[in-house]
C-alpha cells in the first residue's frame, strides 16, 4: 500500500475529519481512504441523461410529436439615444 502526506490540512477540517472517524469507529487514516475510496470507485456511474429519463418517465403515453412552435420575428435592438 503507498503512503500520501497532506501538508497545510485547515484545523477544521482535520477535526471535522476525525469526529467522522470517531463516528464510524475507524482511525484519522482509515476515514481518509474510505472517504477517497467512496469519492472516486463508487462515483464512476454514468451521468444522468436527462433526454433517457423524459423518454422513460413518458413512454406509457405512446408515440407522438409536438407541433412546431411558431415564432414571432426578432425585435429590433433598443436605441438608447
Known amino acids: 500500500m503507498t503512503n500520501i502526506t497532506i501538508f497545510n490540512i485547515d484545523d477544521n ?23 477517497l475510496r467512496l469519492a472516486l470507485c463508487e462515483n464512476q456511474q454514468q451521468p444522468v441523461n436527462i433526454v433517457n429519463m423524459i423518454e422513460k418517465r413518458f413512454s406509457h403515453l405512446g408515440d407522438f410529436e409536438l407541433g412546431e412552435i411558431t415564432r414571432e420575428p426578432m425585435r429590433s435592438a433598443p436605441n438608447f439615444e
Open 13 to 35: 477540517i482535520k477535526y471535522l475529519l476525525q469526529e467522522r472517524a470517531s463516528k464510524n469507529g475507524r482511525s484519522l487514516e482509515e476515514e481518509a481512504t474510505e472517504i
